[in-house]
């Protein structure tokens, strides 16, 4: 008898053949074979919407490849991944290659290991409809928003944009928070710092007040009217509050908080987080054991985790840290309300497989994530650290006015027991130590008291890891369309990264405000969260998906007709950045423009004159095989890469980035690399250096 397990990707059907044995053959689908064309609506509005699929282009003899390993099994197991999504592709594949949707053959894995495995394959189930149709459900809302809404975009503003309904309220959010910080009127306001001596120890403390109670300082003559107060003034400690305050560990990761601490700790941005955790979940090769699974399912949005797991971490941390890391009772996590807890929290498959120990397996970006999911983990089943506190009081009273006073506050704090702290560090930051011999009456002696100025400061703009935060917390977007939604604004040029701040264009800002204006259910957060609670239902089989799409479209479309009567020979102006470049058939100075391919230079003279020319960015840095001018493009997926001005007649390129430095051996310019590795690229060198300076290969 042979049994076939399909899956997406090829390296988790790697990892599967480990476990499964001769008896299975295990292929891959590599990714989706079926879906809605690009090329058209491919959705039946006035039948119910609908959907009209095709097979994906170029999966056309794969899809024959399955039929006829179908055709040869006496057993078909769908076993992609345990999402939505990956409910949908086992829907598409079971329709593409006539299986039976009534029989028990869709198989999953929280984890790909041999427990996961063993315990996926002896629980076989029908492929749940409902699951899949929510993802449809979003899938032809997302096709008629963008196919709908782009081409109305793209005339009001410029050819080629396009508009999705999710993106489009992230772009909101960003844009909004771009008005404010414009808005944003700042407000002087001072503060006073005074430094007591006991003994020889030093107490930083801050003025808080007087009799009358709390004193905001709005300028400087306030500040030093209170500074000529505490001229002849003695101080003395009026109270010191000693106690203690439970440091409670960190809960284990979901998708949205593991891509915000990948990104605070490690600097990686959310789709190359993503990509990293897939290749964990779906295994890596580990010497004679072959290819391992090592982390759980990396998307979810639940904090549960399973007894065995929980009992293994317990296990670990009485053989490695003592039994007083262990806590009294296991420690639960509550996942937010609308939570779908199908999964586990992301966590290692095995506890017991320490970074360290599997360093030389992984590469350097896979152990350092594996390492942060493996320390949030272990940590979140420990036991709570304790920290000592002390709350210090000053008083500072003249002797001609004994009923008057000034007070000063100081707090301090020292760690009793790190507990879950010894792994990984929830950010309480180092110790403040206060005299904790100090008591009431005790005088101090002022070393300095000072006055500093300060303004309050406009609403920080969004980083990667803020926004994602904030989508969360709004219940926009679900944790597997983060990364996708930041690198879509980013691509298309509505949004930039700079300093790891992400700032909306001209070009954004425009598209914002005309949806906002027009179309304001499209980029209201809540009406969005509506609509991801709404799908949330269909998929728990409470809400039936072509009237949800009824509800959304019908009006949808109403007010998309309303406002193409309204602006009706409307032109949205945007001011174009002029160069320094000569159109080459008038002279005018040329613009930047940007079309759906990026950004290119155009004549201002059109209609009269239609000259473009491609839009280049120059680096100070010069082709190592030409002496050329190395410049920036972009690839056909919108991915930045290098090379020399004169191709095709040179052939120099470069994922790596150009630097200003030159190579100490040959005096060619040097890249920078994944990892900080710079290079010399001439052929013939091979100089390479780490970034922080020291010489790493000649």
Request: charged share 25%; hydrophobic share 35%.
């Given at each position: 008898m042979s049994n076939l397990v399909i899956v997406e990707s090829p390296s988790k059907a790697k990892t599967l053949k480990n476990y499964l044995g001769s008896g299975y053959n295990v292929v891959a689908s590599v990714g989706h074979v079926r879906d809605l064309p690009a090329a058209k609506l491919s959705v039946d509005v006035k039948n119910d919407f609908a959907p009209k699929y095709a097979i994906v282009k170029g999966k056309e003899k794969l899809v024959k490849e399955l039929q006829q390993a179908v055709a040869e099994s006496d057993k078909v197991y769908l076993a992609t991944d345990p999402d939505r999504e990956g409910e949908a592709i086992s829907w598409h594949l079971a329709t593409l290659l006539n299986l039976n949707l009534d029989e028990d053959n869709r198989v999953t894995f929280n984890e790909i290991t041999k427990t996961g495995v063993k315990n996926g394959m002896a629980a076989p189930r029908k492929v749940d409809l409902d699951l899949v149709n929510a993802q449809q459900a979003r899938r032809i809302l997302d096709r008629l928003v963008g196919y709908k809404l782009s081409p109305f975009v793209s005339q009001k503003i410029r050819r080629g944009l396009s508009a999705g309904r999710v993106q489009?309220?992230?772009?909101?959010?960003?844009?909004?928070?771009?008005?404010?910080?414009?808005?944003?009127?700042?407000?002087?306001?001072?503060?006073?710092?005074?430094?007591?001596?006991?003994?020889?120890?030093?107490?930083?403390?801050?003025?808080?007040?007087?009799?009358?109670?709390?004193?905001?300082?709005?300028?400087?003559?306030?500040?030093?009217?209170?500074?000529?107060?505490?001229?002849?003034?003695?101080?003395?400690?009026?109270?010191?509050?000693?106690?203690?305050?439970?440091?409670?560990?960190?809960?284990?990761?979901?998708?949205?908080?593991?891509?915000?601490?990948?990104?605070?700790?490690?600097?990686?941005?959310?789709?190359?987080?993503?990509?990293?955790?897939?290749?964990?979940?779906?295994?890596?090769?580990?010497?004679?054991?072959?290819?391992?699974?090592?982390?759980t399912y990396m998307r979810t949005d639940s904090l549960r985790v399973s007894v065995e797991a929980q009992n293994a971490a317990t296990d670990y941390i009485r053989q490695n840290l003592g039994q007083s890391y262990v806590p009294a009772k296991p420690n639960y996590y509550k996942s937010r309300s609308n939570a779908q807890d199908g999964h586990e929290a992301i966590r290692p498959s095995d506890i017991f497989k320490v970074p360290e120990q599997i360093k030389p397996f992984l590469s350097n970006e896979q152990f350092r994530l594996y390492e942060l999911i493996w320390k949030r983990f272990l940590a979140s089943q420990m036991a709570a650290g304790v920290q000592n506190t002390a709350k210090l009081e000053i008083k500072g009273v003249r002797d001609a006015e004994p009923d008057r006073f000034v007070l000063f506050r100081a707090n301090g704090h020292s760690m009793k027991f790190d507990g879950c702290t010894r792994i990984y560090d929830a950010g309480e930051g180092k110790d403040e130590l206060l005299p904790m011999e100090l008591k009431a009456d005790d005088p101090l002696k002022v070393r300095d008291i000072a006055k500093s100025q300060h303004f309050t400061q406009p609403p920080a703009r969004y980083s990667e890891q803020s926004l994602i935060k904030t989508l969360e917390e709004n219940g926009v977007g679900r944790p597997s369309t983060y990364a996708t939604i930041i690198s879509t604004i980013v691509k298309r040029e509505y949004v930039e990264r700079k300093n790891k701040q992400l700032i909306p264009t001209e070009l954004g800002e425009a598209i914002s405000g005309l949806l906002k204006e027009k179309f304001p259910k499209i980029v209201n957060t809540k009406f969005t969260a509506q609509m991801e609670s709404d799908l949330d239902l269909v998929g728990e089989g409470k809400e039936d998906y072509i009237a949800l799409l009824h509800t959304f479209y019908d009006d949808f479309e109403q007010n998309l007709n309303k406002v193409k009567g309204e602006m009706e020979g409307v032109k949205i102006q945007l001011q174009e950045d002029q160069t320094n470049i000569p159109c080459d058939k008038c002279g005018r100075m040329m613009v930047v423009k940007v079309g759906r391919f990026g950004k290119f230079l155009a004549c201002p003279g059109y209609p009269e004159c239609k000259n473009t020319k491609p839009y280049v960015i120059e680096t100070s840095a010069k082709c190592p095989k030409c002496g050329g001018k190395v410049i920036q493009k972009r690839s056909k997926k919108g991915h930045t890469f290098f090379g020399c001005e004169n191709w095709p007649s040179c052939d120099f390129v470069t994922w790596d980035t150009p630097t200003e430095k030159l190579c100490p051996n040959c005096g060619s310019a040097l890249f920078k690399g994944r990892g900080g590795l710079i290079s010399c690229l001439k052929e013939g060198c091979g100089y390479q250096t780490k970034s922080r300076g020291r010489k790493k290969k000649e």
């Open positions: 489009s309220v992230a772009l909101r959010i960003i844009c909004d928070r771009e008005q404010e910080i414009r808005d944003f009127v700042s407000k002087e306001y001072w503060t006073i710092e005074g430094k007591f001596a006991f003994g020889h120890k030093i107490i930083n403390a801050q003025f808080q007040g007087d009799e009358k109670g709390k004193i905001e300082i709005e300028n400087e003559q306030q500040a030093d009217a209170l500074l000529l107060r505490m001229q002849d003034a003695r101080f003395f400690v009026s109270s010191l509050k000693k106690g203690t305050k439970k440091i409670n560990p960190m809960p284990p990761f979901i998708t949205s908080t593991l891509q915000q601490d990948a990104a605070k700790r490690l600097g990686y941005r959310p789709e190359r987080t993503m990509q990293i955790a897939q290749q964990l979940y779906e295994g890596v090769e580990l010497g004679n054991q072959g290819s391992v699974g090592l982390i």
